[in-house]
Every structure is written in structure tokens, then in C-alpha cells.
């Protein structure tokens, strides 16, 4: 039967018994509101380790100043059944003052790649993703865990941070899971107005448009960019970056020779929206 644990000290001392016992851990770090892209993560992590923990912290460290902190969508006992279903072990449901107590002094930042592409639009985000997950590595003590490339800049930004400061974590990234019309799934969806949401789907458009002509030879990044650009500007959207970059280092690459992913984020209407696709 799944539980759920609320603090810190009962969470370590959890992962620390079970590995005891030769137990493997497997962690899908998530901020709840579930859908079938999380559940595909839960589905891989299941295979990974012989314990399934998810943890469901709506991390405020990553939001800024003028996001959508309050409004993010929460729906508690949603998730649970939505991860019970999916055979999740151990809900780690902690709230901020357990993750951040007062008064909190130490963040871990990656730099260079935490301050281009999305981190250029917001600022101080993926400190904050990098201080919670370091933070849930040292809580939940996984030996694994699963993360979309549907936030591709974070999950390379993850495993530097892994490399660098020698984490014994194995990350592993999971194919985006898309809504049958091919938007990218995420909780930030529900934000889209019905004509918002239409429009939307002309970012997996020009990705998708990009990439076809990729596969006809076209290797040149500013084609490439003006395609998928042409497709978000046509449907009314608003362009935050459109870039083709090196998938190890975000760099941008301008004459494909090797694997590169196309990268992209746009505003329909106020919901900021990302997407990428693999160029190989």
C-alpha cells in the first residue's frame, strides 16, 4: 500500500533502511498536478529500482517574482490516486517550511547553462531547480531518477550538476509524451484558453516542420529556426527564443555535422509554453 511522508527525517531515515536492505530507489521528482507525461515517468522508474518514491513539492525557490506560485495547479488527492494507480511506493509530500526551514542560506547553481535560453526569460529559475532536486537527492538518498525532455535545458543542467559535485544519481531522461494533436503535455496546459489552446499547437508544428526538413538535408540552424519561427508567429503566438543547440552543452550550433535538438519557447496568450525536438 503507498504512504505518504511529510518530513525530512522520516524520509531519510525511510531511504536509509531500505537501502540497508539491498533495496534499489528510484525517484520521479515532480511538482504534482499528474498527467500521462508523468506517468511514463513513473512507468520507467518501476523498472529502475525495486522502490518507486515520487516526490510532490510545489518548489517556490524556482518561481519568480511575477509567476504563477499561487495559481499552479494542485489537486493532492488527484495525484495520489493518479500515482498509487501507477504503482508508486512512497509519496514524499513535504510542504516549504520542511524543505526550506528559516533561515536558508545555501543554493547550487550551474553556471552558464542555468542563464541562457529559459533561464535568460526567468531569472534565478534554475537555482532553484538545482538547490531542490540536490536537496531531494540528499533526502530521498535514490540511487536513480527519472526526468522528461520536455525541460531539456533542465535535464542537461542535472546532469552536470550530477558530474561536477560527484552525486551518486543516475539521471535518466524520458521521451516527451504529447497530446494526440502533438502539443507537448504539461500542468501549465490548463492555463490555455480553448483558442489559446488551438493556437498552441503550432509550436510542435514548426518543430515538427523543421525536423522534416532536416530529414531532407536542410543542416543550416537559421533555416532551421526560421521554419519552426514562421509556424509560432502565423498562429499569433509570441516568441520567447527559438534556437538549435549542441545537446550537451545548450551551445548553439549553426552547421549541423552531429545530433543537435531544436529548442523552442513561446506565449500563447500569458501561459509561457516549451518544446523541443532531437535533430538527428
Known amino acids: 500500500m503507498m504512504k505518504v511522508i511529510k518530513t525530512v527525517h522520516e524520509m531519510q531515515a525511510f531511504s536509509h533502511a531500505q537501502r540497508t536492505g539491498g533495496k534499489r530507489i528510484a525517484l520521479v521528482p515532480t511538482m504534482g498536478y499528474l498527467h500521462d507525461g508523468h506517468i511514463s515517468l513513473l512507468n520507467e522508474a518501476k523498472k529502475q529500482g525495486d522502490l518507486l518514491v515520487m516526490s510532490l513539492f510545489v518548489n517556490p525557490m524556482q518561481f519568480g517574482p511575477k509567476e504563477d506560485l499561487a495559481k499552479y495547479p494542485r489537486d493532492f488527492a488527484r495525484d495520489t490516486m493518479i500515482a498509487e494507480r501507477a504503482g508508486t511506493d512512497i509519496i514524499f509530500y513535504p510542504d516549504a517550511q520542511e524543505m526550506y526551514p528559516g533561515p536558508f542560506k545555501t543554493t547550487v547553481y550551474v553556471s552558464d547553462l542555468s542563464d541562457i535560453l529559459c533561464g535568460k526569460t526567468r531569472p534565478g ?97 537559421k533555416k532551421l529556426r526560421e521554419i519552426v519561427r514562421n509556424d509560432i508567429q502565423s498562429a499569433g503566438l509570441r516568441e520567447d527564443y527559438v534556437e538549435v543547440v549542441d545537446e550537451t552543452t545548450l551551445q548553439p550550433v549553426h552547421e549541423l555535422s552531429h545530433t543537435a535538438r531544436i529548442v523552442t519557447a513561446a506565449y500563447a496568450g500569458n501561459v509561457r509554453l516549451i518544446d523541443n525536438m532531437a535533430l538527428k
Open 125 to 221: 529559475h534554475f537555482q532553484g531547480v538545482t538547490t531542490v532536486v540536490a536537496k531531494l537527492f540528499n533526502v530521498i538518498l535514490p540511487h536513480t531518477a527519472i526526468f522528461g525532455e520536455k525541460d531539456f535545458q533542465q535535464l542537461v543542467i542535472l546532469r552536470r550538476m550530477v558530474k561536477d559535485l560527484n552525486v551518486p544519481v543516475e539521471i535518466i531522461g524520458m521521451p516527451i509524451i504529447r497530446e494526440p494533436d502533438g502539443l507537448a503535455m504539461s500542468s501549465r496546459n490548463t492555463y490555455l484558453s480553448v483558442d489559446d489552446r488551438h493556437r498552441a499547437i503550432s509550436i510542435s508544428k514548426g518543430l515538427s516542420n523543421a525536423l522534416d526538413a532536416f530529414h531532407k538535408g536542410v543542416r543550416d540552424d
